[in-house]
């Protein structure tokens, strides 16, 4: 059975720990965290295909004993959104980052390394015109895919 997570009301929800849903993740407003349990076991969100952050969301990962989110580690995922990443971000083998929605700016306020796919939109007739990562630092070594939203122009006399 499938089941999602879906945030969307404010204050902080904590992930402590390895969690068994299998679904979408979806972060929309307030605050979700990944924390290391008492046991020393990281928080982890390795059932989501999918796991979206929508401004003025955040997820933090800053309680972690590593303070990274890791992405694709163990399976196909996505990373999508315009919210904040508190901590570091790893997109490993089996992932995608996909920031902003249509025209967007995913934020990370550490560093963030891109080893997998890297998809983004350019539009040019927006003001800002492609997709963006902002981090402290950016290593990537990912495989760049674009779509263009691009306006046909016919003229006829």
Partial sequence: MTVGFIK?????????GFNSHIGNTTVS??????????????????GSALIT????????????????LLIGNSAAQTLAG?????????VLGLGTLSPGFSIGTLTVTGNATNNAG???EDNRAAAQNSDRLVARTLTSTERRSSWCHCELFVFRS
């Fill in 8 to 16: 969307e009301v404010t204050g902080r929800w904590t992930f402590t």
């Fill in 29 to 46: 407003n307030g605050v979700l965290a990944l924390s290391t349990n008492s046991a020393g076991v990281n928080g982890e969100i390795v």
């Fill in 53 to 68: 952050v929508a401004a003025p969301a955040a997820l933090t990962v800053t309680n972690r004993t590593d303070g990274m």
């Fill in 82 to 90: 315009n919210g904040i990443i508190f901590g570091g971000l790893w």
């Fill in 118 to 120: 890297y998809l983004v």
